[in-house]
């Protein structure tokens, strides 16, 4: 079973990180970040029909997201599950995750060239920019390294 799926989820993870991607890309602080992976998700081929919702659900590690945030409420209604809910979080939990781990490579200062671990990139100047701690609170000798 697993081979047989195999293409489908390479596609989807491809998808998720280029939806990570392009939110990291778009946004210009965290609050813009999170809307665009809403709507990116939300308008998602694998969201807006039912077959590759259930797909989703196979293929994700988060395929609990949408009970471990609302409980079973709501997770099938009149009888019916509510693929597109349950594979929305799902999948939105994927685009949060692989936007963190692009954002948690290794970076370095655009001020001083510093190398930046483990820090979400701050939003400075309306635009994403990685900024080592000394820059971001002005302390930086302006030393290239």
Avoid at 29 to 56: A, K, L, R
Avoid at 107 to 135: I, M, N, S, T
Wanted: charged content about 30%.
């Amino acid at each position: 079973m697993r081979e047989a799926i195999r293409p489908i989820a390479l596609d989807y993870r491809e998808d998720v990180r280029g939806m990570a991607q392009d939110a990291i890309d778009e946004s210009t602080d965290e609050e813009s970040m999170s809307e665009y992976i809403h709507e990116s998700v939300d308008g998602s081929w694998w969201i807006t029909y039912t077959w590759p919702s259930q797909f989703v659900l196979l293929i994700s590690d988060n395929q609990d997201a949408y009970t471990d945030a609302f409980g079973a409420t709501g997770a099938v209604a009149d009888g019916a599950v509510n693929w597109a809910a349950l594979a929305y979080c799902a999948m939105r939990q994927d685009v949060e995750e692989s936007a963190r781990a692009i954002l948690d490579t290794e970076r370095k200062c655009e001020e001083c060239g510093d190398y930046v671990f483990g820090a979400w990139p701050r939003f400075a100047d309306k635009r994403l920019r990685d900024l080592c701690p000394d820059c971001e609170n002005d302390e930086c000798d302006g030393e290239d390294v």
